[in-house]
């Protein structure tokens, strides 16, 4: 059984930064693209990033418009670890982060059901 823990969640200020990071264990890592997800309180869970796996360390990504050129996913495979470098944050990135793991090798669509194991979600607060 795939467990996934996120971790870096905050408090920060308007333009700042954060680093999230997803452990996973119990199960494979490497092979599977993950993915990071976001919501807020009564709204619809939101995709935010992705990463495919690649044999020679050729991953893809993929970004919600929202994020583009401010997130950066990334994956260390030795760690078994994904982090989304988080920069220039504005209040509406506040949300609950998720990471989950992709059903396949690619990042997929951005849609929720392409994942199968998901984290608990770490807390991530923009104040301006």
């Known amino acids: 059984q795939v467990q996934l823990a996120e971790s870096g969640g905050g408090l920060v200020q308007a333009g700042g930064s954060l680093r999230l990071s997803c452990a996973a264990s119990g199960g494979t890592f490497s092979g599977y693209g993950m993915g990071w997800f976001r919501q807020v309180a009564g709204k619809d869970l939101e995709f935010v990033a992705a990463?495919?796996?690649?044999?020679?360390?050729?991953?893809?990504?993929s970004y919600a418009r929202s994020v583009q050129d401010r997130f950066t996913i990334s994956r260390e495979d030795a760690k078994n670890t994904v982090y989304l470098q988080m920069n220039n944050l504005r209040p509406e990135d506040t949300a609950v982060y998720y990471c989950a793991r992709h059903r396949g090798s690619g990042y997929g669509r951005g849609a929720s059901f392409e994942y199968d194991y998901w984290g608990q979600g770490t807390q991530v607060t923009v104040y301006s």
């Open positions: 990463i495919s796996w690649g044999e020679w360390g050729d991953s893809g990504t």
